[in-house]
């Protein structure tokens, strides 16, 4: 268990399943599953101390050596899945979505984060896409419901942080624009932050 915790100001995080498969026993995947940090709406644990412990995840990260690269990316970390437990574990509006995302900003804003959202017109065509070439089950109305919720929620919480952000439509499903055009921006930001600095 030691190489997969995080201890941090008394709060202990521990990786117990990859893709939802047990890294553990039954009995104790059971006992950890129950005590979920994310995600769990029966969590007991405040806003504030949530806020708290992702800042000071997201600082470590900062300082540490793994941010000495061009580029670091991470899958829906800063908008959609910090969206899903804020809703989905205290029913948060948009103000305290904000401000949660604003305080993990300011941990990495040295960094020059920017956030490529990739929407679709369709969520419900894009969800049942997306699970059927991950084969994955489909999801029921209800589930369909609170990712409209939760895309809803994202675009009304990302103009209100200061990152930069762009908007990049994948409705048709051509991917082949998406990682040029990520890259060709990624190129002009390190660009204009060198003619800053010059």
């Known amino acids: 268990m030691a190489k997969n915790i995080i201890l941090r100001d008394g709060c202990v995080l521990l990786r117990y399943q990859k893709w939802r498969e047990p890294s553990y026993s039954p009995a104790l995947h059971e006992v950890l599953h129950a005590r ?65 995302l604003e305080t993990l900003v300011g941990t990495v804003r040295h960094l020059r984060p920017i956030v490529f959202y990739l929407s679709a017109d369709d969520v419900r065509e894009r969800l049942i896409s997306a699970r059927q070439n991950r084969g994955q089950a489909p999801l029921d109305e209800a589930k369909i419901r609170f990712w409209k919720r939760r895309k809803e929620m994202d675009l009304a919480v990302l103009p209100r942080i200061s990152v930069a952000s762009h908007m ?27 003619g800053d600095n010059a």
């Open 36 to 100: 979920e940090f994310c995600m769990n709406p029966s969590s007991d644990v405040p806003l504030a101390v949530f806020t708290d412990v992702f800042s000071k995840l997201w600082r470590r990260f900062a300082e540490s050596g793994m941010a000495n690269v061009d580029y670091a990316i991470f899958d829906a970390t800063l908008v959609s899945h910090m969206t899903n437990d804020l809703i989905r574990n205290y029913n948060a509006p948009a103000e305290a979505i904000a401000a949660h």
């Open 168 to 194: 990049m439509d994948i409705s048709a499903a051509d991917w082949g624009f998406v990682i040029p055009a990520m890259l060709c921006i990624l190129n002009e930001a390190e660009t204009n932050a060198e």
